[in-house]
């Protein structure tokens, strides 16, 4: 079983960056469609982006799309979301989150119950 280990949150302000990382121990990491959630206090874990095994294709949340970049490199077992242009609406703690069973096919990548494994969250604060 694959486990997961993300870094790279932490306190920005609005207009500000942020690079997160998730790390994946186990089986060979190409065979993982990967995505990103998040979730705010009160709220639902929502969608934030996701990409295949091999890279090739990518998907967005509406709320992200041009301001998030989500990349992965294989060889490191890593995927990563390049934030930028940060907002206060960002706050949330970000899960990334894998599937093994159709790394290639992007159907239902902002679905929760695709994934079956879970890293443990990283916060990031966007405030001034």
């Known amino acids: 079983q694959v486990q997961l280990v993300e870094s790279g949150g932490g306190l920005v302000q609005p207009g500000g960056s942020l690079r997160l990382s998730c790390t994946a121990s186990?089986?060979?990491?190409?065979?993982?469609?990967m995505g990103w959630f998040r979730q705010a206090p009160g709220k639902e874990r929502e969608s934030v982006a996701a990409?295949?095994?091999?890279?090739?294709?990518?998907y967005y949340a509406d709320s992200v799309k041009g301001r998030f970049t989500i990349s992965r490199d294989n060889a490191k077992s890593t995927v990563y979301l390049q934030m930028n242009s940060l907002k206060p609406e960002d706050t949330a703690s970000y899960y990334c989150?894998?599937?093994?069973?159709?790394?290639?096919?992007?159907?239902?990548?902002?679905?929760?119950?695709?994934?079956?494994?879970w890293g443990q969250g990283t916060q990031v604060t966007v405030s001034s």
């Open positions: 186990g089986r060979t990491f190409s065979s993982y469609f």
């Open positions: 990409i295949t095994g091999g890279g090739g294709s990518t």
């Open positions: 989150a894998a599937d093994d069973r159709a790394p290639m096919f992007g159907a239902n990548w902002y679905a929760r119950s695709r994934y079956g494994v």
